[in-house]
């Protein structure tokens, strides 16, 4: 960002989850970590979405409830509107809160059974002090509304709805503090492909309206491209480029990235694309390898890469690379169709 850009809305900085493994019966003692998220750093403005994209088990989702300290972190920095959320006291977070919200991937397990649609949205709140009557009721009839449900459903219980109807009552809930930030964790992966459409198309329009800012998680490339602004690419634990969405797909850098674009499958068999092609499996986290955490099945990995780990360096203006060869490798996006 230039000196004369505003301070974005949210800035995480060198954020860092590892989650201790145990053994021993009577004495618990640390036999290993698992590096879940290892110094992650981003930034997003008000009315902003950034995409975070990667492979099942990379650390996204671990990512998403740091950034909201759903999950204490090991270590780093999380500002929203300038305000440290890691150092707040429970009283400080329990107003901070009012200003994040999350919607959850499963629009089923998401939502208690026992509760009516009118107590699951208004539930946020009245953890805040909130108390029933008629004005709240009014507030979840026009919530529904905001959503695309008929107010009537209020006295419904989840089961009596379907999944892509559970996911906009989870949006409700999510609106009804009024937020300026939500994580939108895997938030249409379970729904059907048309279903996913109308979520997407909703969550934009509701970006639009009340000028939310996102942090859209997703393994969905498609997706990502239809509902960000900026995308970045996550592997084992480590963020390896960020880019606004124009570029990352015009021109990948990084050689990860270029082998989850050229995973996007194409609707006419007719035309054909190159292929990265990837070897090997993905290493363990608690055991990641020294050096580029994706050497192991790089085609471009050298010796370097095998002992040292890469800086992140911008590639191009707003375009941040942790590569140590971006310079030798081709931007060329497998999207390309070729007859």
């Known amino acids: ?62 990512t998403g409830r740091l950034v909201l300290r759903l999950i204490e972190p090991t270590s780093g920095k999380v500002e929203i509107e300038g305000r440290d959320i890691l150092s707040s006291t429970p009283a400080e977070m329990r107003e901070l809160r009012k200003g994040m919200q999350i919607v959850f991937q499963d629009p089923y397990s998401s939502l208690n059974p026992r509760m009516t649609v009118e107590e699951i949205i208004l539930e946020p709140l009245y953890v805040q002090g909130a108390r029933p009557g008629p004005e709240m009721t009014r507030r979840a009839r026009k919530l529904l509304e905001t959503v695309g449900l008929s107010p009537n459903h209020v006295v419904r219980y989840p089961h009596e709805f379907s999944g892509g109807q559970r996911q906009r009552i989870g949006i409700a809930r999510a609106l009804a503090p009024q937020p300026r930030f939500v994580v939108c964790d895997e938030a249409v992966s379970a729904l059907d492909v048309s ?104 085609p471009h990995a050298t010796d370097l890469c095998r002992t040292v780990e890469p800086p992140a360096i911008e590639a191009a203006p707003g375009h941040v690379v942790a590569c140590h060869h971006v310079a030798s490798i081709p931007a060329v996006s497998p999207l390309a169709p070729q007859r």
């Open 1 to 62: 960002m230039s000196a004369t850009s505003p301070a974005p809305l949210l800035r995480v900085e060198n954020l860092t989850k590892h989650f201790p493994i145990t053994a021993g019966f009577f004495v618990k003692r640390e036999v290993g970590r698992v590096r879940a998220v290892d110094d992650v750093s981003f930034h997003i403005a008000q009315g902003e979405t950034l995409g975070l994209v990667g492979e099942s088990g990379c650390g996204k989702s671990t």
């Open 195 to 298: 279903v996913q459409a109308q979520i997407v198309n909703l969550l934009q329009d509701l970006q639009e309206e009340f000028r939310l800012s996102y942090l859209f998680i997703a393994h969905d490339l498609a997706v990502v491209k239809h509902i960000s602004d900026r995308v970045a690419v996550m592997y084992l634990g480590k963020i390896v480029e960020q880019a606004d969405k124009a570029s990352l797909y015009a021109s990948p850098r990084h050689p990860y990235t270029q082998a989850l674009l050229a995973s996007i499958p194409v609707p006419n068999p007719r035309l054909r694309r190159p292929r990265a092609r990837l070897t090997g499996d993905v290493p363990s986290a608690m055991a990641p390898p020294a050096g580029c955490r994706f050497n192991t099945r790089c």
